[in-house]
């Protein structure tokens, strides 16, 4: 029995060769150097910028929520109904394509039009989608509403599929020998199985829909966003404070509810 | 009967009034060597026939044929006269609701009640949205409890799969596969995850329920003393090929070396007629 080099043993290198372990470290700090160096720093506008940010955190200190509160609350509202809408949408549109995207359901060809379908709804940040929708439809909530069902449907299909793909197929094989059709087959044998995770996943795509709901409305998609960039716009930092202070309240809730809900539906 | 040492007996292999017929059955995946080559044999009516063979010698994959959840290769398989490997989709479903199928890990869906998954097997004749509705026919729902009675488990009704032992669950699955009323039953490997007393009485109920509703069975088992005790006629796979077909008496220590091997029965880990180690009963 070998005990005397026990003390001594390392695991091996993830890379053999010691010369490019070097190289690699010596690339590396050369291009951090670089990359700084690259960086236009300007100090008089870190100047500048640092006492326009003491009046922005002075304003978090006197959050502001009577002024704009009409605005604010329409903002919510508004935003509220687009996540609740976008998310209810994006789910029920999310299972056919997330069941068409599952190789051990589907013929090939129909799992290339659904994974196709789906990676291009992932394609593009929402924010580029809002812009897109925003064009086609004008400023509001109808736009934020759309980019928020396209990324749903994006989110929960790849997951559904990815989920569908990774079922127990013993009950799927059962029902099958037990003759039942295609649909009853997926009634029965596969969406019960998924359906916990995709509940746990549509929770949480609201948390997410909620956020974006307040950054497509940057670029006009409606929801408290545009309310954000009306203030900050007009530097009332204190009603951005309240603002912002809103959106962080709703998020906590929002996971509280989901918490509860996932427990119960689980 | 095929390669059967004194196993001579009248009407063995018969195809008159066979429930099954299944013959030169070949199958093979993909581009591989064949799994099953050229398997020939008859089912009679009410008949209960284990299948044995060492693993990967073929028996699953045979169930697994005649259902057609694996394509065959070649050979005819015919239920009732009826011929499944040329059948197209539709016919294939009515054809599939005849055979009930039992599952070596049960193949239950957890989620589900226990009621539920009994009346999973009747999907093949319930419409899907009655079915999503979970407005099954009324007699279908009255069978589904004198079945659950019949198993054992009477008032496990509500009570959800994942909460079963796994004894419990096989008696959910026999009862999904009789609620089909089938004219034959394919069992795989039914008591594989189970201890040896609940392996008795799971065969207990499958063999009981096989004579009072008269109901052909063809048993795919890894526990020979098991196959002896409940299967009055064996079928055993060598390497894809039917290697025996007879009564389980004729299962002698030439079959056994034949299909699993000298050093399997020497060292009795397939106990022989002569042998104490291992029997059942």
């Known amino acids: 029995m070998r005990t005397e080099a026990a003390g001594a043993w390392r695991p091996p290198p993830r890379i053999a060769s010691a010369t490019t372990r070097r190289l690699l470290v010596l690339g590396g700090g050369a291009y951090t150097v670089i990359a700084l160096v690259t960086i236009d720093v300007d100090a008089a506008r870190m100047a500048e910028g640092a006492a326009r940010a003491v009046d922005f955190f002075g304003g978090w200190l006197r959050p502001d929520f009577v002024t704009r509160w009409s605005d604010i609350r329409a903002g919510l509202v508004e935003s509220l109904a687009m996540t609740l809408a976008a998310t209810a949408a994006g789910f029920v549109l999310s299972v056919p394509f997330g069941l068409g995207a599952a190789r051990n359901l589907v013929p090939p060809p129909v799992y290339a039009v659904c994974r196709g379908a789906l990676a291009v709804f992932r394609a593009f940040h929402e924010v580029l989608v809002a812009i897109l929708f925003v064009a086609m439809f004008g400023f509001g909530a109808f736009a934020g509403f759309m980019t928020l069902v396209v990324a749903t449907v994006g989110f929960l299909g790849k997951l559904l599929a990815e989920a569908v793909e990774e079922i127990d197929a013993a009950p799927l094989e059962a029902l099958t020998a037990a003759g039942a059709p295609w649909l009853s087959r997926i009634a029965f044998g596969v969406l019960p199985q998924v359906m916990p995770r995709i509940l746990g996943l549509t929770l949480y795509r609201l948390d997410i829909n909620f956020r974006e709901s307040a950054i497509i409305g940057l670029v006009g998609a409606g929801g408290i966003g545009a309310t954000l960039i009306t203030a900050f716009a007009r530097y009332e930092f204190e009603s951005v404070s309240a603002i912002l202070i809103l959106i962080i309240s709703m998020l906590f809730l929002a996971e509280v509810v989901s918490g509860r809900l996932r427990r119960r539906l689980l | ?281």
């Open chain 2, 1 to 281: 009967m095929t390669a059967s040492p004194g196993s001579d007996l009248d009407g063995y292999g018969s195809a008159e009034h066979s429930v099954l017929e299944v013959e030169d059955l070949v199958v093979r995946y993909g581009t591989g060597a064949d799994v099953l080559r050229g398997v020939s044999f008859t089912l009679a009516p009410a008949e209960i026939v284990g299948l044995i063979g060492a693993s990967g010698a073929g028996k699953s994959t045979l169930l697994r044929a005649v259902q057609r959840l694996v394509e065959p290769s070649s050979g005819s398989v015919r239920l009732g006269g009826t011929e499944l490997t040329t059948l197209g989709t539709t016919e294939l479903r009515s054809a599939r609701r005849r055979m009930g199928m039992i599952f070596q890990e049960h193949a239950l869906i957890d989620r589900l009640s226990v009621m539920e998954n009994v009346l999973c097997g009747t999907l093949g004749r319930t419409g899907f949205w009655q079915a999503v509705r979970r407005r099954f026919d009324e007699a279908d729902v009255s069978e589904a409890f004198r079945l659950l009675h019949r198993m054992g488990l009477e008032g496990f009704e509500d009570r959800r799969c994942d909460e079963l032992s796994g004894g419990q669950k096989q008696r959910v699955g026999i009862a999904r596969a009789l609620i089909q009323n089938p004219d034959l039953l394919l069992v795989d490997e039914p008591t594989a995850s189970l201890d040896p007393a609940a392996s008795v009485r799971i065969m207990t109920l499958i063999s009981d329920v096989c004579r009072e509703s008269g109901l052909a069975a063809l048993i795919n088992l890894h526990d020979v003393p098991l196959a002896r005790r409940f299967c009055p006629r064996i079928l055993a796979l060598h390497e894809g090929r039917l290697a025996f077909d007879g009564p389980s008496l004729d299962l002698t220590d030439d079959v056994l070396t034949a299909v699993y091997g000298e050093e399997a029965v020497e060292s009795h880990v397939v106990p022989t007629p002569g042998s104490e180690v291992g029997r059942a009963d």
